[in-house]
């Protein structure tokens, strides 16, 4: 019963429904998925950066509080995102945030990625309004993968060429 | 026998060392004048130190230049200063901008009904609470001189200053700070507001 209601105080900003008086009492808690996240955190590790396949995406700045580096392993041929994993510096928020983007670009393509918003994982996590900023970081983190594998990928393309000459 | 550069360099390698700072790089020499003055300044024995012959060794390769030297050499220290707001400007931008909108949308928060309302300013962060209609929070983000707002309508955003514009401005969207708070908060409340 006090998850229910936990649940629907720090869903406030979004559902916009009326509140009574009692729940303005209660402490802010991190949402269960939150925590769960930070307990349990999915595809944390490393790509190699150097594999043409493997896009990484590096942001924030630890004087922020927050960095957050994404990496994305992709199927040159399909242009599907087979793998990710993260690993970030930051509040329980921040981290939760990077562990659900990668959960969300596994399996997908990477066009369909770049249309995941902030406000999808803000929404998903519950995240209250001082920490918006972190759901933000990783919707650039996962922008960033896609154009550094990109961007590897239009460098190593005129070297094929080359290669097939 | 050693020439004078190399001899002040182990000067402030002992001076350094006796302290036990960092010792100074090879490339002192090439840096900006005022970075090696704090640098030399910073050094509170150095003045007992390094009286009379060293200092006046120091004090004329490392801190002062001559006048006479064009601008060019001193490109790179321009271009940062251009290019990122001065902390202690960015504090005095930022602190008025952030006072003026407090004072402004209490008394905004005077006129209007909505039940729930609430400002408070405390730690540099300005939290506007709407009741059921959400929350905002502004804050400065002082290492990118920047101010940071989430909104229940348009989510998180981070103005810059823009000096041609003289206002803080959301670089992907263009957005002016006073203005979207203008909208949002005629949208959300029904009556208009006016922040610039």
């Known amino acids: ?165 | 026998m050693a020439s004078p550069s190399s001899t002040k360099l182990i000067l402030l390698r002992r001076l350094s060392r006796a302290l036990k700072l960092k010792p100074p790089s090879a490339s002192i020499q090439r840096s900006s004048s005022s970075s090696s003055s704090l640098y030399l300044s910073s050094l509170p024995e150095a003045s007992r130190l390094a009286h009379g012959y060293c200092l006046s060794i120091c004090c004329r390769n490392f801190c002062s230049r001559p006048p006479h030297l064009n601008d060019e050499s001193q490109g790179p220290v321009t271009i940062y200063n251009s290019v990122l707001l001065q902390e202690d400007e960015y504090h005095r931008l930022a602190d008025t901008t952030i006072q003026d909108l407090l004072e402004k949308i209490e008394e905004y928060g005077d006129t209007v009904e909505i039940d729930g309302f609430d400002i408070e300013y405390g730690n540099q962060v300005l939290t506007l609470k709407l009741g059921s209609l959400g929350t905002y929070v502004l804050n400065k983000q002082t290492p990118n001189r920047q101010i940071w707002m989430s909104s229940p309508v348009s989510g998180p955003s981070r103005f810059d200053w823009d000096q041609s514009a003289q206002a803080w401005i959301y670089r992907r969207t263009k957005a002016n700070l006073s203005e979207v708070l203008e909208s949002e908060l005629e949208q959300l409340c029904g009556q208009p507001i006016r922040l610039s």
């Open chain 1, 1 to 165: 019963m006090l998850g229910q209601s936990t649940r629907r105080l720090l869903g406030m900003g979004f559902l916009g429904q009326s509140r009574s008086q009692a729940i303005q009492v209660l402490p802010r808690f991190y949402h269960e998925r939150v925590v769960d996240h930070y307990n349990n955190p999915r595809n944390v590790g490393s790509f190699d950066k150097n594999d043409p396949t493997v896009g990484t995406g590096l942001v924030g700045a630890p004087a922020c509080g927050d960095v957050m580096k994404l990496q994305i392993k992709v199927d040159d041929k399909t242009g599907k995102i087979v793998d990710a994993c993260f690993k970030t510096f930051g509040c329980g928020s921040a981290i939760a945030s990077s562990s659900v983007a990668t959960e969300w670009v596994k399996g997908k393509q990477m066009e369909e990625v770049l249309t995941i918003k902030n406000t999808e994982i803000a929404k998903h996590l519950s995240l209250p309004p001082v920490k918006l900023h972190c759901s933000m970081l990783a919707e650039d983190a996962i922008k960033a993968a896609v154009k550094n594998y990109e961007a590897k990928r239009a460098e190593a393309a005129p070297l094929e060429k080359a290669a097939d000459a």
